[in-house]
């Protein structure tokens, strides 16, 4: 999972991190809506992250996530990510919003995990 970084009031995002799997479902689904912010994927292929408005993680508390502030804006210098060792899925100028809405995200992360959990029964 990507790390949390220290950052001053008004600074920055949070950071909804899931497995990819669901995440990618995620990101399927509120496509169907008005579609996500920008969402980075780790280096290692395990996590996604959605970046959400600043003030998510004192409230989210959904299992198998887990939500952590960032520092500075959603893009660095030259688009680069805000978080080390992550790029960009959906790039701050390629999505549909500065950040995704956390009920939105909440409520597709809810679907998404519905639908993968369908889908390995049936394959069972």
């Given at each position: 999972m990507l790390a949390p970084v220290r950052r001053g009031p008004g600074d920055g995002h949070d950071?909804?991190?899931?497995?990819?799997?669901i995440g990618l479902e995620a990101v399927d689904l509120l496509r169907l809506g008005e579609?996500?912010?920008?969402v980075l994927y780790d280096a290692t292929g395990e996590t996604l992250?959605?970046?959400v408005p600043q003030g998510t993680t004192?409230?989210?508390e959904v299992p198998g996530s887990a939500c952590v502030p960032t520092a500075g804006p959603a893009a660095g210098g030259e688009g680069r990510p805000p978080v080390n060792g992550t790029g960009w899925l959906i790039a701050p100028e390629r999505a549909a919003a500065t950040t995704t809405c956390p009920d939105r995200l909440r409520e597709a992360l809810r679907r998404a995990g519905r639908t993968l959990a369908a889908l390995d029964r049936c394959r069972h």
């Open positions: 950071l909804v991190t899931v497995p990819t799997r579609g996500p912010g920008p992250g959605f970046l004192e409230r989210w």
